[in-house]
Protein backbone atom coordinates (compact mmCIF):
# COMPACT_ATOMS: atom_id res chain seq x y z
CA UNK A 1 0.00 0.00 0.00
CA UNK A 2 3.21 2.55 0.71
CA UNK A 3 4.36 1.67 -2.20
CA UNK A 4 1.68 2.02 -4.05
CA UNK A 5 1.20 5.62 -2.38
CA UNK A 6 4.66 6.38 -3.70
CA UNK A 7 4.29 5.50 -7.14
CA UNK A 8 0.93 7.84 -7.40
CA UNK A 9 2.67 10.61 -5.70
CA UNK A 10 5.56 10.73 -7.64
CA UNK A 11 3.29 10.29 -11.02
CA UNK A 12 1.24 13.45 -9.15
CA UNK A 13 4.72 15.36 -9.37
CA UNK A 14 6.30 14.27 -12.81
CA UNK A 15 2.79 15.21 -14.54
CA UNK A 16 2.77 18.61 -12.67
CA UNK A 17 6.30 19.45 -13.67
CA UNK A 18 5.67 18.25 -17.46
CA UNK A 19 2.33 20.74 -16.80
CA UNK A 20 4.71 23.79 -15.70
CA UNK A 21 6.94 22.83 -18.30
CA UNK A 22 4.66 22.85 -21.03
CA UNK A 23 3.35 25.96 -20.27
CA UNK A 24 6.28 28.24 -19.57
CA UNK A 25 9.52 26.86 -21.67
CA UNK A 26 8.92 26.21 -25.44
CA UNK A 27 10.64 23.36 -26.48
CA UNK A 28 11.81 24.97 -30.03
CA UNK A 29 13.79 27.84 -28.67
CA UNK A 30 13.63 27.81 -24.86
CA UNK A 31 11.56 31.16 -24.03
CA UNK A 32 10.41 31.14 -20.56
CA UNK A 33 7.03 33.12 -19.44
CA UNK A 34 7.43 36.19 -17.15
CA UNK A 35 4.78 38.27 -15.43
CA UNK A 36 7.36 40.92 -13.89
CA UNK A 37 7.98 42.84 -16.96
CA UNK A 38 4.47 44.18 -17.83
CA UNK A 39 5.43 47.86 -18.38
CA UNK A 40 7.58 46.56 -21.83
CA UNK A 41 3.73 46.77 -23.40
CA UNK A 42 3.82 50.41 -22.62
CA UNK A 43 7.49 51.04 -24.15
CA UNK A 44 6.51 48.88 -27.07
CA UNK A 45 3.64 51.47 -27.57
CA UNK A 46 5.46 54.56 -27.36
CA UNK A 47 8.12 52.63 -30.06
CA UNK A 48 5.12 52.52 -32.18
CA UNK A 49 4.36 56.13 -31.65
CA UNK A 50 7.89 57.28 -32.02
CA UNK A 51 7.96 55.28 -35.31
CA UNK A 52 4.80 57.18 -36.77
CA UNK A 53 6.42 60.33 -35.38
CA UNK A 54 9.44 59.91 -37.51
CA UNK A 55 7.47 59.08 -40.93
CA UNK A 56 6.90 62.10 -43.66
CA UNK A 57 3.68 61.03 -45.00
CA UNK A 58 0.83 63.72 -46.37
CA UNK A 59 -1.72 63.18 -43.59
CA UNK A 60 0.99 63.92 -40.84
CA UNK A 61 0.89 67.45 -42.30
CA UNK A 62 -2.64 67.69 -42.43
CA UNK A 63 -4.71 69.37 -39.61
CA UNK A 64 -5.15 67.89 -36.22
CA UNK A 65 -3.19 65.06 -37.56
CA UNK A 66 -3.12 62.27 -34.37
CA UNK A 67 -1.82 58.23 -33.95
CA UNK A 68 -3.50 56.30 -31.82
CA UNK A 69 -2.94 52.85 -30.77
CA UNK A 70 -4.37 50.39 -28.02
CA UNK A 71 -3.59 46.40 -27.56
CA UNK A 72 -4.31 43.47 -26.11
CA UNK A 73 -1.30 41.91 -24.20
CA UNK A 74 -0.52 37.93 -25.43
CA UNK A 75 2.31 36.98 -23.39
CA UNK A 76 6.21 38.33 -22.20
CA UNK A 77 8.91 35.56 -22.53
CA UNK A 78 12.76 35.72 -21.99
CA UNK A 79 15.71 33.84 -22.78
CA UNK A 80 19.28 34.45 -21.49
CA UNK A 81 19.36 38.67 -22.27
CA UNK A 82 16.14 39.59 -24.44
CA UNK A 83 12.92 39.61 -23.80
CA UNK A 84 9.94 39.11 -26.00
CA UNK A 85 6.70 41.02 -25.88
CA UNK A 86 3.49 39.41 -27.78
CA UNK A 87 0.77 41.51 -28.57
CA UNK A 88 -2.16 42.41 -30.87
CA UNK A 89 -1.89 46.33 -32.21
CA UNK A 90 -4.78 48.03 -33.22
CA UNK A 91 -3.33 51.32 -34.67
CA UNK A 92 -5.74 54.35 -36.49
CA UNK A 93 -4.60 57.66 -37.41
CA UNK A 94 -6.83 60.20 -37.99
CA UNK A 95 -6.82 64.06 -39.11
CA UNK A 96 -9.51 66.97 -39.97
CA UNK A 97 -10.98 68.25 -43.09
CA UNK A 98 -13.43 71.23 -42.33
CA UNK A 99 -13.91 70.79 -39.25
CA UNK A 100 -15.02 66.96 -40.10
CA UNK A 101 -13.34 63.91 -38.35
CA UNK A 102 -10.99 62.22 -41.18
CA UNK A 103 -9.43 58.40 -41.01
CA UNK A 104 -6.21 57.61 -42.53
CA UNK A 105 -4.34 54.81 -42.02
CA UNK A 106 -4.51 52.41 -39.71
CA UNK A 107 -3.18 48.21 -39.13
CA UNK A 108 -5.15 45.39 -36.50
CA UNK A 109 -2.14 42.70 -36.64
CA UNK A 110 -0.12 40.49 -34.02
CA UNK A 111 3.25 41.91 -32.68
CA UNK A 112 6.42 40.38 -31.85
CA UNK A 113 8.62 42.64 -30.16
CA UNK A 114 12.12 42.16 -29.20
CA UNK A 115 13.57 43.99 -25.90
CA UNK A 116 17.73 44.09 -25.01
CA UNK A 117 18.14 46.48 -22.38
CA UNK A 118 14.64 48.16 -22.24
CA UNK A 119 15.08 49.37 -25.73
CA UNK A 120 13.15 47.93 -28.87
CA UNK A 121 15.40 45.99 -31.60
CA UNK A 122 13.34 44.20 -33.87
CA UNK A 123 9.77 43.94 -34.54
CA UNK A 124 7.96 41.50 -35.94
CA UNK A 125 4.33 41.62 -38.12
CA UNK A 126 2.95 38.77 -39.88
CA UNK A 127 3.57 38.09 -43.94
CA UNK A 128 0.73 38.59 -45.91
CA UNK A 129 -1.46 35.73 -47.92
CA UNK A 130 -0.64 32.43 -47.97
CA UNK A 131 2.47 32.64 -45.51
CA UNK A 132 0.47 34.34 -42.90
CA UNK A 133 -0.66 30.95 -40.55
CA UNK A 134 3.17 29.42 -41.07
CA UNK A 135 4.87 33.31 -40.07
CA UNK A 136 2.34 33.12 -36.68
CA UNK A 137 3.56 29.83 -36.15
CA UNK A 138 6.95 30.64 -36.40
CA UNK A 139 6.43 34.02 -34.36
CA UNK A 140 5.11 32.58 -31.29
CA UNK A 141 7.10 31.08 -29.07
CA UNK A 142 4.19 27.83 -28.63
CA UNK A 143 1.36 26.45 -30.17
CA UNK A 144 -1.29 27.68 -27.49
CA UNK A 145 -0.24 31.68 -28.27
CA UNK A 146 -0.10 30.77 -31.92
CA UNK A 147 -3.76 29.16 -32.20
CA UNK A 148 -5.07 32.26 -29.99
CA UNK A 149 -3.12 34.60 -32.57
CA UNK A 150 -4.76 32.71 -35.45
CA UNK A 151 -8.34 32.76 -33.87
CA UNK A 152 -8.02 35.96 -31.99
CA UNK A 153 -11.69 37.43 -31.73
CA UNK A 154 -10.34 41.71 -32.37
CA UNK A 155 -12.76 43.05 -29.63
CA UNK A 156 -10.07 46.47 -29.25
CA UNK A 157 -11.69 49.23 -30.43
CA UNK A 158 -10.67 53.30 -30.58
CA UNK A 159 -13.70 54.90 -31.34
CA UNK A 160 -14.37 56.42 -27.70
CA UNK A 161 -10.58 57.76 -27.66
CA UNK A 162 -11.15 59.08 -31.20
CA UNK A 163 -14.07 60.65 -30.03
CA UNK A 164 -13.20 62.68 -26.96
CA UNK A 165 -9.50 63.37 -28.63
CA UNK A 166 -11.05 65.76 -31.02
CA UNK A 167 -14.04 66.68 -28.54
CA UNK A 168 -11.29 67.71 -26.38
CA UNK A 169 -8.43 69.38 -29.69
CA UNK A 170 -11.22 70.27 -31.76
CA UNK A 171 -9.30 74.17 -32.56
CA UNK A 172 -5.28 74.23 -32.40
CA UNK A 173 -3.15 77.37 -32.39
CA UNK A 174 0.83 78.24 -31.68
CA UNK A 175 1.28 80.82 -28.70
CA UNK A 176 4.45 81.99 -26.80
CA UNK A 177 4.13 82.22 -22.90
CA UNK A 178 4.05 85.23 -21.46
CA UNK A 179 3.51 84.59 -17.51
CA UNK A 180 3.46 81.55 -16.10
CA UNK A 181 0.48 83.00 -13.45
CA UNK A 182 0.42 79.23 -10.75
CA UNK A 183 -2.56 77.13 -10.43
CA UNK A 184 -1.95 75.19 -13.48
CA UNK A 185 -2.44 78.83 -15.85
CA UNK A 186 -0.37 80.83 -18.08
CA UNK A 187 -0.94 83.70 -20.32
CA UNK A 188 -0.07 83.10 -23.79
CA UNK A 189 0.62 85.52 -27.04
CA UNK A 190 -1.24 84.25 -30.06
CA UNK A 191 1.28 83.69 -33.10
CA UNK A 192 -0.95 81.55 -35.39
CA UNK A 193 -4.52 81.93 -35.05
CA UNK A 194 -6.89 79.11 -34.70
CA UNK A 195 -9.37 80.67 -37.62
CA UNK A 196 -12.12 80.27 -34.97
CA UNK A 197 -11.46 82.85 -32.55
CA UNK A 198 -8.23 83.90 -31.70
CA UNK A 199 -6.49 86.19 -33.87
CA UNK A 200 -2.71 86.79 -34.31
CA UNK A 201 -1.17 88.98 -31.45
CA UNK A 202 -4.20 88.24 -29.21
CA UNK A 203 -4.26 87.00 -25.56
CA UNK A 204 -5.33 84.07 -23.75
CA UNK A 205 -5.34 82.45 -20.55
CA UNK A 206 -5.18 79.04 -20.61
CA UNK A 207 -5.75 76.13 -18.14
CA UNK A 208 -4.71 72.80 -18.09
CA UNK A 209 -4.71 69.55 -15.52
CA UNK A 210 -0.73 69.55 -15.75
CA UNK A 211 1.79 70.78 -13.51
CA UNK A 212 2.73 73.16 -15.31
CA UNK A 213 4.72 75.83 -12.87
CA UNK A 214 7.11 73.25 -13.29
CA UNK A 215 7.08 72.56 -17.36
CA UNK A 216 6.19 75.68 -19.36
CA UNK A 217 8.62 78.95 -18.94
CA UNK A 218 8.20 82.34 -20.22
CA UNK A 219 9.42 82.47 -24.13
CA UNK A 220 8.15 79.24 -24.87
CA UNK A 221 6.16 78.24 -28.05
CA UNK A 222 3.57 76.08 -27.46
CA UNK A 223 1.06 74.13 -29.66
CA UNK A 224 -2.59 74.32 -27.58
CA UNK A 225 -5.13 72.57 -28.66
CA UNK A 226 -9.16 73.55 -27.42
CA UNK A 227 -12.65 71.90 -27.59
CA UNK A 228 -13.97 75.39 -28.72
CA UNK A 229 -15.33 76.94 -25.69
CA UNK A 230 -13.83 79.92 -24.35
CA UNK A 231 -14.72 82.12 -21.35
CA UNK A 232 -15.68 85.57 -22.46
CA UNK A 233 -13.21 87.59 -19.97
CA UNK A 234 -10.09 89.52 -20.94
CA UNK A 235 -7.95 88.42 -21.70
CA UNK A 236 -10.63 85.55 -22.45
CA UNK A 237 -9.73 82.25 -21.25
CA UNK A 238 -10.17 78.13 -22.38
CA UNK A 239 -9.02 74.84 -21.19
CA UNK A 240 -6.54 73.46 -23.30
CA UNK A 241 -7.31 69.58 -24.23
CA UNK A 242 -3.30 69.26 -24.97
CA UNK A 243 -0.35 71.34 -25.33
CA UNK A 244 2.90 71.02 -26.63
CA UNK A 245 6.20 72.42 -26.94
CA UNK A 246 6.82 73.78 -31.30
CA UNK A 247 10.30 72.43 -31.76
CA UNK A 248 12.39 74.42 -34.20
Excluded at 63 to 90: A, Q
Excluded at 111 to 136: L, M, R
Excluded at 157 to 164: F, H, T
Aim: charged share 25%; aromatic share 12%; proline share 2%.
Amino acid sequence: MRNKLICIIGFLIILAVGIVLIFTVDDKNGETYVKDHDYLYDLAINYLIDQDDEQQTPDHEKEGYHYFVTYDSFGITVKDDTYYVYMWVLDESYYLDKGEIESGASSSVFNKFTFKDDKVVKNETPKDGGDYTNSIKDMCPDSKMANKALNYDLKLSLDDEVQKYYQDNKYTFTGVVLENQGNETILVKVLTPDNYYFKKNSKVLVHTDKKIDLVYVKDMELSISYGGIVLESYPPQITAGTIGIVKR
